[in-house]
């Protein structure tokens, strides 16, 4: 659900809790926002009309090394990776 209330402030529904999430501004694709009620990670996913989504996280976002990488058993005879 789309639309403007108080005082012309742009609003969508959060996917998580189906409150109304205002956004202050002119919001933007990519924008990234929380949810004042149940505290969801949401990004703007369009502008036209205004939709709200879970944020999905970056590879950028998310900071590993390569054991990460490697499943159970991909370690060597002496249990080295």
Known sequence: MIGRRDRDMPYAVCPA?????HLPGRPRMGDVLFCPSCEAELEVVSTNPL?????LEDDDDYDYDEE???L??????????
């Open 17 to 21: 809790c189906d409150e109304d999430v």
């Open 51 to 55: 939709d709200l989504d879970w944020r």
């Open 68 to 70: 990460d990488d490697l």
């Open 72 to 81: 159970e058993g991909d370690e060597d005879e002496d249990g080295d990776y």
